[in-house]
């Protein structure tokens, strides 16, 4: 059965443009574009310590609360590391910024900078998007973490 997939695979051009997708936020993400017009409107996200929120409205209240942090990202799109499992896509990657205090952060450099976002697309939309990372971009979490109040100057 040439150009058949099993049930749940996809097609090589699904899993393309689900990956195409994923890339597309990130991209929209970094430039402060409008990234909301590619989630589903039962979108389902997460992010560390703000927990599952669902629908397009409790997400873009999520965003305000991430972007309240940041004063702009990068991400590293050349090095991201791609698995797409029918409807799937998980993206490994790192990024470098600035807080909204003016800690700059890089992965490699710092402690921050390496995330991994967990995305289900279907239908050309994103329906669920779950990111994995440490939000301390600063690195200000010192108490709970003895081995990197050693490492300050």
Known sequence: MTGSAPHGAGSIEADIDRKAIALEYLKRLDRGGDF??????HIQFFFPKIGIVNGLDAVKAAFGKIA??????????????YVVNGDTVVVEGTSAGTTADGVEFRAGVTHAGRWCDVFEIRDGRIQRLFVYLDPDYAGKDTGRYPWMASTES
């Open 36 to 41: 909301f017009e590619l989630f589903d409107e």
């Open 68 to 81: 309240s942090l940041l004063a702009g990202i990068t991400h590293d799109y050349a090095y991201f590391n």
